[in-house]
């Protein structure tokens, strides 16, 4: 293959826009925020999960708090209609009396066991709704540091697509000043080379691989003709001659 040696240096420039491009896109995909966000994303994950559990669980115990309570309040209730009975004079039957008394006794006794579980329970809620309030603001907390690391990533990236972007339209300029056939090869050596697909001949050493050329393979590039397209024997990229090519 031919092509002017203007057109081969001109491939030392988009292949320094390319490398370049390569360059930030490397940069934005491993921005130090994405990690911290994750990390950030991962513990949020946990906490929410936890304060749903602490939610369920100062639920349960206000369901269990009213119904001990109700369960007190019929007692109490009863035991208030026994004595009233009792008060009024009404049973004159000994045998009665003994059993609404025996019956009042044990509906205290009853009423205090309850009274005993409904602090239980108020104890056993009020833990939960400590424990909720603590990791609410421990969700909030991880979701402010949160929103802060998105916020700086997207700076960041917003930053990195502006440069991307203009270096884009260089590299559509550049790479529509090179003859197609050239281009074509290049692309193609580019994605074969690891992103690198023309290389300077610098000094007798090929800077894609960092060989230096024998020199057999320096007589063969010296005796090539100005517009052939030399290939480095080593790496196969396309290998430009320049005045510091040390031929």
């Known amino acids: 293959m031919n092509a002017a040696p203007a057109d081969q240096i001109r491939l030392l420039d988009l292949q320094a826009l390319d490398l370049k491009l390569a360059q930030l896109e490397h940069k934005r995909r491993n921005l130090p925020e994405h990690a911290e966000i994750e990390t950030l994303s991962a513990d949020l994950a946990q906490l929410r999960d936890l304060l749903v559990a602490a939610q369920t669980e100062e ?70 709704q400590e424990r909720v309030t603590e990791l609410t603001g421990r969700v909030e907390s991880v979701q402010a540091k949160a929103d802060d690391a998105t916020a700086r990533r997207d700076t960041a990236a917003g930053g990195i697509d502006a440069e991307l972007a203009t270096l884009t339209k260089e590299r559509q300029i550049v790479a529509g000043s090179v003859p197609a056939d050239l281009l074509k090869l290049y692309e193609k050596l580019r994605g074969q080379q690891g992103g690198v697909g023309a290389a300077r001949l610098y000094q007798r050493r090929c800077e894609g691989c960092r060989l230096e050329l024998n020199i057999t393979e320096i007589n063969e590039v010296r005796a090539a003709a100005p517009d052939a397209v030399v290939r480095c024997e080593n790496c196969r990229r396309i290998l430009v001659r320049t005045p510091e090519s040390g031929l």
């Open 59 to 128: 639920s349960d115990t206000a369901r269990e708090q009213t119904k001990a309570e109700q369960d007190v309040d019929q007692v109490r209730q009863r035991a208030a209609r026994d004595q009233k009975r009792l008060d009024s004079g009404a049973i004159t039957s000994p045998k009665d009396l003994e059993n609404l008394q025996r019956e009042i006794a044990s509906l205290a006794k009853r009423q205090g066991d309850l009274e005993d579980v409904v602090l239980e329970v108020m104890e056993r809620r009020e833990s939960a």
